[in-house]
């Protein structure tokens, strides 16, 4: 089975930095994925992990460590726009299917 | 444009009737996904399939029913058998070309989905 945890909910100020942990266990891995959600709308790509480290783009910048089954996705300079969840979302190694988290809800305050 | 269109945005139905909501992609995409959002819980995948006339079940498929007669077209059919059908209903999309070796991410793609009311 497949077991992903991220915190329900965090609140940050406009121009700091927040950092949102996955852990994840599951049967196989072949990549690690961040979405952005907002309110009603659809689910957008942020970043993909597959091998340990840290991927930057920009504001956003996502980590993985395989041995920990651990990720964290990094927002800086957070923006007002940034109010949303995000999902983290782990790939099998046998197919394309995507487990999701239940989604960590920011709020940016000003 | 390429994306993935989805309707109604919104379907209200009575107990007891069977809905079929639409899911149409043009980014040549074969692999395409249905999931199930509700509130507070992360998405959760009913159906998918990788290729034309062939799908398989997710984690939650009892209560609904697919086909994939066309690479574009993934309807899903939520029945009568359906428990709790009042949700938010995604349809997503991906390529597969080249496999999971490599570097390829072959991220999902998410239409806007439909939100189903059933009273």
């Known amino acids: 089975g497949q077991n992903i945890d991220q915190p329900t909910e965090m609140t940050a100020t406009e121009g700091a930095i927040v950092q949102i942990n996955c852990t994840y266990q599951?049967?196989?891995?072949?990549?690690l994925f961040w979405y952005q959600q907002h309110a009603g709308e659809a689910p957008t790509f942020l970043s993909y992990?597959?091998?340990?480290g840290l991927e930057e783009k920009g504001r956003f910048s996502s980590f993985l460590s395989r041995s920990k089954g651990y990720s964290y996705l990094l927002l800086k300079e957070l923006q007002m726009k940034d109010s949303a969840s995000y999902l983290c979302?782990?790939?099998?190694?046998?197919?394309?299917?995507?487990?999701f988290g239940a989604g960590t809800t920011v709020t940016v305050r000003a | 444009d390429g994306g993935i269109t989805q309707s109604p945005k919104y379907l209200f139905r009575k107990e007891g009737q069977n809905v079929t909501l639409s899911c149409e992609q043009n980014?040549?995409?074969?692999?395409m996904y249905w999931y199930r959002q509700d509130p507070g819980q992360g998405l959760r995948l009913i159906y998918y399939?990788?290729?034309?006339?062939?799908?398989q079940k997710g984690d939650i498929a009892e209560g609904y029913s697919v086909s994939r007669e066309k690479k574009e077209s993934f309807p899903l059919t939520v029945t009568s058998a359906q428990k709790n059908p009042t949700a938010f209903y995604l349809c997503?999309?991906?390529?597969?070309?080249?496999?999971?070796?490599?570097?390829?991410?072959?991220?999902?793609?998410f239409g806007p989905g439909t939100r189903l009311t059933v009273t």
């Open positions: 997503a999309s991906s390529s597969i070309w080249g496999g999971l070796a490599g570097d390829g991410v072959h991220e999902q793609y």
């Open positions: 599951t049967s196989g891995f072949n990549g």
């Open positions: 992990n597959v091998l340990d």
């Open positions: 979302a782990v790939r099998g190694s046998n197919d394309y299917k995507l487990s």
């Open positions: 980014l040549n995409h074969d692999a």
């Open positions: 399939s990788q290729i034309v006339n062939d799908f």
